[in-house]
């Protein structure tokens, strides 16, 4: 039976201190509670995040880090974490270091009159994310209680004029948490394949090869191998050349000093802008003036990338390149793989759009890719993929509330397209689009480019392998 535990997250150096008292029950993984976290205090799941305790770290893996990790879907609460009095570290998003305390204050088996997790208590608001850390947050709420500081109204723009730094508003919390309730009862990754797959889509690959087609694609060389290009071809990447761009203005001057709120400086933008590098995608706001960071989302994209692959860091709101980006502004082909690696195994795919289910597209995204090598060289509608994406993986599929909008507007297609195909093979170059219709609500047809067969080898089905390797 599992144990119910209450326990205090405060963001550390929290002056008044930021918290929520949770109750929970121990038997959640640290993937489910880390959610649980993400939630209570209002962040969104946009970067990568850590637990330590007592020498451990429970970690999802990433390149450039020592995996001497635990994964989070690997352990669950109680396996390390249960007695009164304990206390656990959370570090949340490596660039501006949110550290939370966690300590249990309750632990105890019985029965509670609501549904868990839920929020009991806390106080303050979430800090903005991407603010620079603690110390950033409160130079920016000093800001905001100047009018005359030449700061004040560009933050004030940034944050809202509305945003309150003592607001906490327990019953909207739990109504978020009630509304993801899924998240607490099924796993992130696949442990079971014949348990959640349709495996009469698999497009010939056995069971254990799909398995290792969603647990380790660009992680093993299997199903797919990552090929060093050409120089005429890696001119054909829009976000390389958008990244190595940004990378070059950095170096040029050492480092750049980032807005208040964190963001790219205006003169910076500009200067982006110009090289006319930056593609906005459909069904972005395109026909908006771009005027700051946040204003585009394929430049808030390439600053998030820059961070997230360990390309930049940012130090005391000054952003500069680490010593892995200049050595990759050396190497074109590991700038590229670097970039791609990150973009699919780190970058959350939701983090740009309004759609319930942040695993839709990434999740799986090697099986994307096989489609792509199999049938890109015939146009293709976009539901030609998404179909055979939600044949086999069906219980990623969000509910519909209503059937009628379901028969209007296929929200899971819409979000799979969106993802899979705007937002990272056209950015890739890995895909021509024909963009005659201008509809939001009708598909594209889709083919692959010479790119997308230059840049990956895929690996077909064991036994398909075996007859060429012999033919060889």
Request: contains cysteine; negative net charge.
């Amino acid at each position: 039976m599992s144990k119910i535990l209450q326990l205090r997250i405060t963001i550390i150096d929290s002056k008044p201190e930021i918290y929520r008292v949770i109750l929970l029950e121990d038997s959640l993984t640290f993937y489910q509670f880390h959610l649980v976290i993400q939630m209570a205090m209002g962040w969104k799941n946009a970067h990568l995040y850590e637990f330590y305790f007592k020498n451990q770290r429970i970690a999802e893996y990433y390149d450039f880090e020592p995996n001497n990790s635990i994964d989070p879907e690997d352990i669950i609460i109680s396996d390390i974490f249960t007695e009164l009095g304990e206390k656990i570290l959370y570090c949340y998003d490596f660039g501006d270091n949110w550290q939370h305390e966690i300590k249990i204050e309750r632990n105890s088996f019985g029965i509670v009159n609501h549904q868990l997790p839920i929020c009991i208590d806390g106080e303050g608001s979430c800090p903005p994310e991407d603010c620079g850390g603690i110390y950033s947050y409160y130079q920016m709420l000093d800001v905001l209680k100047d009018p005359t500081d030449s700061e004040y109204q560009d933050t004030l723009d940034w944050v809202g004029e509305d945003f309150d730094p003592n607001y906490f508003n327990k019953d909207r919390i739990n109504q978020i948490i009630k509304g993801n309730s899924d998240v607490f009862k099924i796993q992130k990754r696949v442990s079971a394949p014949e348990d959640l797959l349709n495996l009469d889509y698999r497009e010939g690959y056995s069971m254990d090869e799909i398995y290792d087609i969603v647990s380790s694609t660009f992680v093993e060389e299997f199903p797919i191998v990552i090929k060093k290009l050409d120089e005429s071809y890696l001119q054909q990447i829009p976000i390389l050349k958008q990244i190595q761009y940004l990378m070059e203005i950095i170096q040029k001057n050492e480092e750049i000093k980032l807005t208040v709120k964190g963001n790219l400086p205006r003169k910076l933008i500009k200067e982006l802008l110009k090289q006319k590098l930056f593609i906005e995608t459909h069904y972005q706001t395109s026909r908006m003036a771009v005027i700051n960071e946040n204003d585009s989302m394929i430049i808030h994209l390439n600053h998030i990338l820059l961070k997230l692959a360990k390309l930049a860091k940012k130090r005391n709101n000054k952003l500069s390149l680490t010593k892995l980006g200049q050595k990759t502004l050396k190497d074109e082909n590991l700038l590229l793989k670097q970039i791609l690696l990150t973009f699919c195994l780190e970058l959350n795919w939701g983090y740009f759009d309004g759609f319930d289910d942040d695993q839709i597209g990434r999740f799986g995204f090697g099986f994307s890719l096989i489609l792509i090598d199999k049938y890109g060289d015939q146009k293709k509608l976009e539901s030609f993929y998404s179909d055979k994406y939600f044949k086999l993986f069906q219980h990623l599929r969000m509910k519909h509330e209503s059937p009628h909008l379901q028969n209007l507007y296929d929200s899971n297609k819409r979000c799979f397209n969106i993802r899979t195909f705007e937002r990272f093979l056209h950015l890739f170059g890995l895909i021509n689009y024909d963009v005659d219709n201008d509809s939001n609500y009708k598909e594209k047809f889709v083919t692959k480019t010479d790119l997308f067969d230059k840049l990956f080898a895929v690996i077909p089905p064991a036994g398909l392998s075996d007859i060429i390797m012999g033919e060889s």
